[in-house]
């Protein structure tokens, strides 16, 4: 009986939230690949694709966005021939939005439906030596989570796109940091 209760309230609850005929909205699929090294930049090209049927939108890393200080997270996994992750390489304490930049319009993009976008990211550690390395790009943007840096100032906008999107591992040659 309790089961037959439990199942009609839910049953009500599902049609009261819906308007008859509509499904529920449904988060586009984004989707994360690493092009290849961009030599000029010491980092990776990365394609952002829109697998969905409206436009998303992304945002740019702020200053610490590659250590996870603030989102959205851009982190980039490297792991050496010996499958030990590299660390982070050091940097100033000093993190945040660029000053010549400014909040949301200059960090926002607009992915167009079934489009792609491509960014370079930097690598945030040195590598060691000249050899092939593994690769995984994680893109994460969660207003819910907790940076270590969270920033009061910063207030995200609501249309961006929530959730995390991982690159497939892909073995890379790195040379090493000069």
């Not at 980092?43 to 436009?55: I, L, Y």
């Not at 998303?56 to 959205?72: T, Y």
């Not at 040195?126 to 819910?144: E, G, L, N």
Request: hydrophobic content about 40%; charged content about 25%.
């Amino acid at each position: 009986m309790k089961s037959m209760k439990r199942r009609h309230i839910l049953m009500m609850a599902m049609s009261l939230a819906l308007p008859l005929g509509e499904a529920a909205e449904v988060a586009p699929a984004l989707d994360v690949k690493i092009l290849g090294g961009d030599d000029s930049t010491a980092g990776v090209k990365v394609a952002f694709e829109n697998k969905g049927d409206k436009p998303l939108k992304i945002l740019k890393p702020v200053d610490g966005s590659e250590w996870g200080w603030h989102l959205p997270v851009y982190a980039l996994k490297v792991v050496d021939p010996a499958g030990k992750e590299l660390p982070m390489g050091e940097r100033c304490g000093l993190s945040g939005l660029y000053s010549d930049l400014k909040w949301p319009d200059d960090y926002e993009i607009v992915i167009p439906a079934k489009g792609r976008t491509e960014l370079t990211v930097r690598f945030s550690r040195p590598i060691p030596s000249t050899a092939k390395y593994k690769v995984v790009f994680t893109y994460t943007f969660d207003p819910a989570l907790e940076t270590v840096r969270n920033v009061p100032e910063i207030e995200y906008p609501a249309d961006v796109w929530i959730g995390t999107a991982s690159s497939p591992e892909q073995e890379m040659e790195l040379e090493k940091a000069l």
